[in-house]
């Protein structure tokens, strides 16, 4: 039985993605969630809101989940490839009409997501370029800072360039293409060897 605002926001997350944002009206949560609109209330102050409570849940899975896979990985390499696996799987995810819907009828909730997470890439691929020059898998002469924004600025236009699908974007295929363009960069002759040795679990197991 749903009975905790969690478990609400969990269960209207879930509806919100499957029928858009607009077309979910707080009607159907009630209705959805067994509870009086005016239960509802008491735990939202409005739709508004309860995207915000949304996106906030989500923000923190999805953090815990990078820190749980990238977790006592032996190197940076190996950390590159958890990254993107997991990347893979939540765009595989992602369903567009809620992105749509957000970023219409509610652009600050919108922009505030996008700019935390942001945030969250450029600290993991900083964190991940020093390890990886420290350890010798990466160029010594990598310009950190320059190379993350690079990273972040590429993976932004892809996604609103038009040229590519949605389809495409999250096939293992592309993710493959795209994750080498960027690891070839930056990898060191020593780190290039571990990374061939590795690259076709890209393509597996995702």
Do not use: W
């Amino acid at each position: 039985m749903i009975n905790t605002p969690q478990e609400y926001i969990k269960k209207v997350c879930e509806m919100f993605k499957t029928y858009g944002i607009k077309s979910v009206t707080m009607d159907d949560v009630a209705r959805e969630l067994g509870i009086s609109k005016k239960t509802l209330y008491l735990h939202f102050k409005d739709k508004a809101e309860l995207v915000g409570m949304i996106l906030k849940m989500e923000f923190k899975e999805k953090a815990e989940e990078f820190s749980r896979v990238m977790a006592n990985k032996d190197n940076a390499i190996e950390e590159l490839f958890e990254y993107y696996k997991v990347q893979l799987k939540l765009l595989a995810n992602q369903k567009p009409n809620f992105i749509y819907d957000l970023k219409k009828y509610y652009p600050s909730h919108f922009d505030q997501f996008h700019k935390k997470k942001k945030e969250r890439m450029i600290e993991s691929m900083l964190k991940n370029l020093k390890r990886g020059k420290k350890e010798g898998l990466f160029r010594e002469d990598i310009n950190e800072d320059i190379v993350t924004r690079m990273h972040v600025a590429r993976i932004e236009s892809i996604m609103s360039s038009g040229l590519f699908s949605f389809e495409e974007i999250v096939s293992p295929v592309f993710f493959a293409e795209a994750f080498k363009y960027h690891v070839y960069a930056i990898v060191s002759d020593k780190g290039r060897k571990i990374f061939k040795k590795n690259i076709e679990s890209i393509t597996t197991n995702t």
